[in-house]
């Protein structure tokens, strides 16, 4: 056999060596029992004497070769793999991201509410925190001696004899009436303030949204009709409703709207003071005399209006049982909305 | 307000449950609380909403429920003993103020046997939670339960001059009323008094001089009508709360008074015996009440209802209102005199739809006209959290109301301006804040002591300021950060803390994504950075000092804050956006690494290479920035990158190297810098 031939080939083989198993199998064809150096030595014997001797050095020669260039050939594959390996992922691994901050749960219910409105028609507007006693208290009907305007009530400024900080969103009605012609579709979120001593339920703090309609023929079964609009789409298609008379001075016929306790379904629970319901929000139609005091003729427009606390609908969406929560600001509270 | 089951039943003949009648009350407005069994009876307490000064009475729900129930309503007529006239021992009444009691009346009844109460009675008014005494004074507390009209017994052996005069109380004057607390009074109170001194609080408690014991023989029978708002501030002043002042500050009915007083004696003649002797009364016996034409039109348009006139009208009638029906259309209704809140056709309006029952009324939608609108401020506040949220931080709420101390310990020293609450309950609520920093570094200073690694936290609230006539109401926008930004590379961990570069950046990231081009950020990082938005200041961003820190307990790390006005931002807002081509020809990036003298300003570095650069030179920015090993002490090591591109061709190598290469020179001569 002719050992520079021999040469060629074995350079195509080496080649060819992708993985371990390659290897193995072109070692085999060389250097295994049954391989091509045993067949060259074996064939040794049948060449003349003077042949022997060089021929069994190159054969010898070649096989030391053989050996270099398979351990070169296996130190390259385990180079590779160990590359592989580096490369290697696993997907159980943290995610890498840049972390996200929180909405507060109380905008997130302004903004619910708000866009529930909006959809219906609805725009937002805002007033100021800090009041006229008149827009606060006698625009929507409050009589001069009636007990909201108690210091024990409202919070006054010093100072500043006829101001007063807002002690519910409805001074914006008055407001938005005196500076604009109905049709009206409003609802006005914001702080509100009462001298309240804290505790688990009660703030000096906290957040309304007033909201109300205004045009020719506005009527009570429209306030039913809108405000259970809004309730399903809060608390879900499945609860019960009720509307319940009550008494606001700057509305009349007044109401309470009531929804079936979203925490025991109606069965009565700490939640719901055994009722079984939940007050969620207080409207009726808007009086005569507050229209007189914005320049509107009651006798040509109505509308609704109503108010709800936001604390308390976040309270009752999301199962927090302490108001004073969601002003302590703790990240391991805001995390989780 | 508490009433029971049975003591409803002498009024109306109810067929339905207690639970069922609880469920009845409710829905017309007078919410039932709690419905209690008491021994064969049923307790109900009810809610009565202020307007309804009638109801705080059996009577007056009895009237509701027969209404409701469409049962007639049993009113006993009480009837005037007759008197002879040498029975009558005089009494001398005055009344200094027709305004603050417009209506006084006064029974004498003599021979009386004071003692305990029959059982009957006793059962009453312990249901209700009212202590008996004796047969007197329980007889005076069971009217007050059934009519709603408050009445007082005085032992008239007591009042040796029988003499009342109903007045003012003199400054420092003092009683001791029945509980026998010493009150000292002042001329805002009104009392019932003898010829020398106070007798009784008006309407609120009596005095225990003249108190009715199981001595008492005879007695002098108080039915009067007092000014509402003088019993409640009366009340408030003492810190006394009575069954008596709950009804009187409320308005209790002008001619229910003389029925009261004609009840309780008939009631005492009965159980105590002895013989009435007289009455004296002074002022307004029949109250003023309107007649309000009710168009059954109008009912149904502010209802949504089909409501018949007959109907309204029956409703009407059962709630006790005399109804009158003065067309097909129109009904003329007579207020009665416990009815003071009906002044309106609306207020009927109310009547009939709420016992024609709210849940009969239809639900429908009413056509909404939706206005013009623009994204309103709103809607832009809502981009703006969103962007920040995107950026890490979290939003807080935290209260306007700010106890002054907070303020001093933010370093914050204002004499002027501050508004002040008149009536804070605790200090906590002593002043409107000036601004929202100082709120948040204390929301930040929390969650640190709660073991928070990093506090991002940002604020949009309104800040408030006292001007000489009004006060200044300014929305701002917070931010507070403090802590380690920790985050996974492909190499792992990586740690980086916060600083003013951060606060920076988040503010940058801000101001770009609103549309807003010109801004910048001007100052010593020692002291306040302004914020500039197209040249004009809008907010500052620092450092907290470290006595500052101490102030509020941190320690060992850095808080960066900033305050941004608002209104300024928001007028610069432009979420307009115009498309630019996208480059057709490419560009030349040349990168110049070196070292530079830290007291250089980068900005003002950017700014020479910008202006020697142009016009070939699209954009130059730092790439890389270093300072450690390597860099020599007051330096850093700098690598700014530049990008040469004209819109209309390619750019050879040989027009950008002569600009670059004085770009190169320009820095090494003005700046000082050392090529690496």
């Known amino acids: ?120 028609g609805f725009s937002v507007v805002q007033g100021p925190e800090v009041e006229t006693e008149y827009n606060n208290f006698t625009g929507l009907n409050i009589p001069l001696e ?91 298609e499945d609860i019960k409703m009720r509307f319940r008379p009550h008494f606001f001075p700057f509305t009349e016929p007044s109401v309470e709207v009531d929804i079936s306790c979203i925490i025991c379904k109606g069965q009565g629970c700490s939640v719901c003071g055994r009722k079984g319901w939940l007050e969620i929000l207080g409207a009726g139609m808007i009086h005569p005399n507050v229209f007189k005091h914005v320049g509107y003729d009651p006798a040509i427009y109505t509308g609704f209006a109503f108010g709800m606390g936001v604390e308390r609908i976040a309270m009752l969406k999301y199962g927090i049982n302490d108001i004073r929560l969601f002003f302590e600001n703790d990240l391991r509270f805001l995390k989780q909305f | 307000m508490k009433v029971t089951y049975n003591w409803l039943k002498n009024f109306v003949d109810l067929k339905i449950s207690p639970k069922e009648l609880a469920e009845k009350l409710t829905m017309a407005g007078l919410e039932v609380v709690g419905l209690e069994k008491a021994g064969d009876d049923f307790v109900l307490e009810v809610e009565i909403t202020s307007n309804r000064p009638d109801w705080l009475s059996v009577l007056g729900i009895a009237r509701e429920v027969s209404a409701l129930t469409g049962l007639k309503l049993k009113t006993t007529g009480f009837k005037e003993p007759k008197i002879k006239p040498k029975d009558f021992s005089p009494i001398k009444i005055s009344v200094a103020s027709k305004q603050d009691c417009p209506f006084y009346s006064a029974r004498i009844m003599s021979g009386l046997a004071v003692g305990p109460s029959p059982e009957w009675l006793k059962n009453r008014l312990e249901a209700l939670g009212c202590r008996t005494v004796n047969n007197i004074v329980d007889i005076t507390n069971y009217c007050l339960f059934e009519l709603g009209q408050p009445l007082h017994a005085f032992d008239l052996d007591k009042l040796p001059q029988k003499e009342i005069r109903v007045r003012r109380a003199k400054p420092e004057e003092k009683i ?23 007798i009784a609080i008006a309407g609120i408690m009596g005095g225990r001089e003249t108190e009715v014991t199981f001595k008492t023989r005879n007695i002098l029978l108080e039915s009067a009508v007092f000014n509402p708002v003088l019993v409640r501030r009366a009340k408030q002043k003492l810190g006394l709360q009575s069954e008596s002042a709950y009804r009187f500050e409320r308005g209790v009915d002008l001619e229910g008074a003389r029925q009261a007083s004609r009840a309780a004696q008939e009631l005492i003649l009965k159980l105590a015996s002895g013989k009435a002797c007289g009455s004296k009364s002074l002022g307004a016996t029949k109250a003023i009440t309107p007649a309000i034409n009710l168009e059954i039109a109008y009912l149904n348009k502010l209802l949504g209802t089909a409501i018949s006139g007959p109907k309204a009208k029956q409703i009407l009638s059962r709630l006790g209102l005399a109804v009158k029906t003065k067309s097909r259309n129109i009904l003329t209704v007579k207020v009665p005199s416990f009815r003071q809140d009906l002044r309106l056709p609306v207020d009927l309006v109310e009547e009939v739809a709420r016992i024609y029952g709210y849940e009969q009324i239809p639900q429908t ?216 081509d996208i480059p057709k020809y490419p560009a030349i990036t040349r990168d110049i690494s070196f070292l530079i003298n830290e007291d250089v300003s980068v900005k003002e570095l950017l700014g020479a290479i910008q202006a020697k650069g142009a016009p070939l030179l699209n954009q130059a920015k730092i790439v890389d920035y270093y300072r450690g090993k390597q860099i020599p002490l007051g330096f850093r090591g700098l690598t700014v990158s530049c990008l040469y591109r004209q819109d209309n061709r390619t750019l050879t190598e040989d027009e950008v190297s002569p600009v670059h290469n004085s770009i190169c020179s320009l820095l090494t001569e003005r700046f000082g810098i050392k090529l690496r």
């Open chain 2, 176 to 198: 001791i009323t029945i509980d026998g607390q010493t009150r000292l009074l002042n001329p805002e109170i009104l009392v019932i008094a003898d010829t020398h001194h106070p």
């Open chain 2, 365 to 580: 939608l009413p056509a909404v006209k939706p206005g013009r609108k623009a994204p309103d401020d709103r809607d832009l506040i809502a981009v703006m959290k969103n962007i920040l949220c995107g950026l890490g931080l979290s939003e807080a709420i935290t209260y306007s109301l700010i106890d002054r101390h907070l303020l001093k310990q933010s370093g914050i020293n204002i004499d002027t301006g501050l508004v002040e609450i008149a009536n804070p309950l605790s200090r906590e609520q002593e002043i409107l804040r000036p601004g929202l920093l100082p709120s948040l570094t204390r929301a930040l200073a929390y969650n640190l002591d709660q073991q928070q690694e990093k506090v991002c936290i940002f604020e949009i609230a309104c800040a408030f300021s006292g001007q000489p006539a009004a006060v200044a109401e300014k929305p701002l926008l917070g931010i507070a950060l403090c802590g380690v930004n920790t985050f996974f590379t492909k190499h792992g961990l990586a740690k980086d803390e916060i600083t003013l570069l951060h606060l920076k950046g988040i503010l940058e990231t801000l101001f770009v994504r609103l549309g807003i081009k010109d801004f910048d950020f001007a100052g010593q990082p020692d002291n306040k950075i302004n914020i500039m938005i197209n040249q004009k200041p809008a907010g500052f961003l620092l450092k907290l000092a470290p006595q500052i820190l101490g102030a509020f307990d941190i320690k060992n790390r850095q808080v960066v804050l900033a305050q941004v006005n608002l209104e300024r931002l928001l007028k610069e807002v432009n979420l307009a956006r115009k498309f630019l």
């Open chain 1, 146 to 236: 009636h007990p909201s305007r108690d210091a024990f009530d409202t919070f006054y400024l010093k100072n500043y004899s006829k101001l007063l900080l807002r002690s519910h969103t409805s001074p914006v009605q008055v407001r938005a009436m005196k500076t604009q012609k109905p049709p009206l579709a409003i609802v006005v979120p914001g702080r509100v303030y009462r001298p309240d001593a804290v505790d688990a339920s009660h703030l000096f703090m906290f957040h309304q949204i007033e909201g109300f309609l205004v045009d020719e023929n506005i009527r009570f079964s429209d306030l039913k009709g809108i405000l259970e609009l809004f309730a399903r789409s809060v608390f879900g």
């Open chain 1, 1 to 120: 056999m002719d050992l520079n031939s021999l040469q060629t080939q074995i350079d195509t083989d080496l080649a060819k060596i992708t993985s371990a198993q390659t290897l193995e199998e072109v070692r085999l064809k060389y250097l295994g029992r049954k391989g091509l150096i045993a067949e060259l030595t074996g064939s040794i014997p049948g060449l003349p004497p003077e042949e022997r001797g060089t021929f069994g050095k190159e054969v010898n020669a070649l096989k030391n070769k053989l050996l270099g260039l398979f351990e070169e050939k296996e130190k390259a594959l385990n180079a590779q793999a160990k590359v592989l390996t580096k490369d290697k992922l696993d997907i159980g691994m943290p995610g890498i991201a840049q972390e996200l901050g929180h909405i507060h749960p109380i905008s997130r219910i302004v903004d619910e509410i708000c866009t529930i409105f909006n959809r219906m």
